[in-house]
């Protein structure tokens, strides 16, 4: 009978031969023996490899023997009465091909080369599938034809290690604890498995620190193959994966018993089947009940062990219809498994150090803005990226006695955690500096003095400035900071000139203080250099653009209304490029709407005993009718502590706004304490009374002595 001639194709990576008449040997038989009729063979039997020193073989070689020689020494030959690929037993015609040895053309496809696979899939042939023993062509997960080179499970060791260094760059991608556990669950869904189950350990144990209490671990997430599969082409497609419902029919939380079977196999850490004693045990303890898992060798139990102990649990699914999965698989499910646990080590070691950073930045900068007496503010605050959202830049809005309050910004060099420690240094001196109601340049050089204690290499730039709503002032000084914008009620917006100076932290240099007109209506501007400067444009450049961009968004609102500051803070960002996010940013706007003079009163009141009846009396004269009762006891319990210790003339201020402010000022540097007086005391009893009734009181020490003062709601 005559014999099919089989041609075979050369393999891209193949080199090809000059003779035309010597038969070529393929160096990879998959990608030749695509279309290749099956030779007989037992079950379980691999196809025999081409080694480079057998002989080439024949046309009318088999492909399972043309080594140099078969098993008894003969060569075998295809005959045309081997089954068919389509399983019908019907033999196959010899295809219409050209010259023996051909070589395929450049323009058209080959046919026997295998289709491209989705991917984590590697592609093979349909005569590999030799455990199986499907000599009918046929796939035994859906009973479908198999197509020439589609897509098969995975049968060799090499579509192995290739689907796992798929696998675990899939999942090394991953940053944060969601993004690993999902590239595990996306790369073996439905490549390896039909369904994945990932158990964490609640709550996952950081670095080094030993957890507390019993083991615990709780379903972090599900994934399976939708059931709309397309088997048209008998394989199971690369589809996306979707939340299924194991999550409902499994436990969400479980307790490993210490000493049961779920706590000997995540002790043992290797990866076991299903249908194992030990897994078969320790299953119904993590899943409960409820689910059944499929029989034979089509789940793997594969435990997660991060750097120092167990963090957890996956578990492959694979349905019945599907074959079970083999020796070999129990590696890659290790390998995934190990992989994914030192990820997740990572990432919980990453988020631990991101919350650090996190909340170092925000308990360094002002939680909320006050509240003070003829200013309203607004600030702003962007990190330098969401990858580093710590860094030196800070603001801060401190109020002074005599209804005044301190403005300042600042920005250490760099944006680390070590700059956000020094950041948080320098700003606690500095309303340490400022509750002793000193002048901005000494302000300024008490910091630089603390710059150089910390280190003869911090570096800062800081502005600081007072506003009095009273005086409608503001007086400015600067350490090297860029300067301020004040934008004027009428929209024009301006520069301020103030001394630049030396950064803080050099050393030996005198700042500057200038006092400028703060009229009622403008705003004032602070900001840090990262909102001006980048690689993009200088400092300068930045600056004027700053100050057009507020022009332009003040001729919104009309020249008889201010801008909201919100939407100020807002639009002023919006300047910002792509390429204009080098440094973080700190932003404070200050809106001036000052005291007027006619709800301001001034006395002097001489330290004697008849203080405190003058104060009442001028109380009555200012219209306090409404609230005379309150505001006389307390007036007079105040100035009599002022006047009982004072040398010199007591002074009375009443600022009246939306609450009414009394401030008595003495030159005695001592603070009053409150005191619970005994009943048979005779003083001791006025602090008390104003801790009761007034809205709030404080006092502070001056350079001269100190101010009491007492607020007190109208109406």
Known sequence: ??????????????RRQSDAGRPITPADPRGALLRTPEPAHAPGALPAQARSGDAPAGPGTSAGTRGKHGPAGTQASASTDAPSPSGTGAPTPPPERGPEHSQPSATEPDPHRPRPAPEGIPAQSADQDRTSGNSGGKDRRTGHGLPQGGPMPMRRDGDRLRFVGAATRRIARGIDLDEIVMGLCRATVPTFSDAILVYLRDPLPVGDERPTG??????????????????????????RPEPNELSAMTAERCEVRPGGALAEVLRGVRPVFADAPAARAALPELLGDDLVVPTGQRAILAPLRGRRRVIGAALFLRRPERMAFEADDLLVAAQLATHSALGIDKAVLYGREAYIADELQRTMLPETLPRPTGVRLASRYLPAAETARVGGDWYDAIPLPGSRVALVVGDVMGHSMTSAAIMGQLRTTAQTLAGLDLPPQEVLHHLDEQAQRLGTDRMATCLYAVYDPVAHRITIANAGHPPPVLLHLGGRAEVLRVPPGAPIGVGGVDFEAVELDAPAGATLLLYTDGLVESRLRDVWTGIEQLRE?????????????????EALCDEVLDMLGPGDRDDDIALLAARFDGIAPSDVAYWFLEPEDAAPGRARRALSRWGMEDMSDSVELLVSEVVTNAVRYASRPVTLRLLRTDVLRCEVGDDVPQLPRL??????????????????LARRWGATRLSTGKVVWFELNRG
Do not use: C, W
């Open 214 to 239: 019993p083991l615990v671990l709780r379903l972090r997430r599900t994934d399976r193959i939708p059931e709309e599969r397309d088997a048209e082409n008998g394989f199971m497609p690369a589809l």
């Open 675 to 692: 005191r619970q007086a005994r009943a048979t005391d005779e003083d001791g009893r006025g602090l008390y009374l104003v801790n009761k």
């Open 549 to 565: 961009k507020i022009a332009a968004t003040a001729q919104l609102t009309g020249p008889d209304h201010p801008p909201p500051l």
């Open 1 to 14: 009978m005559d014999s099919t001639r089989v041609t075979e194709h050369p393999t891209p990576h193949e």
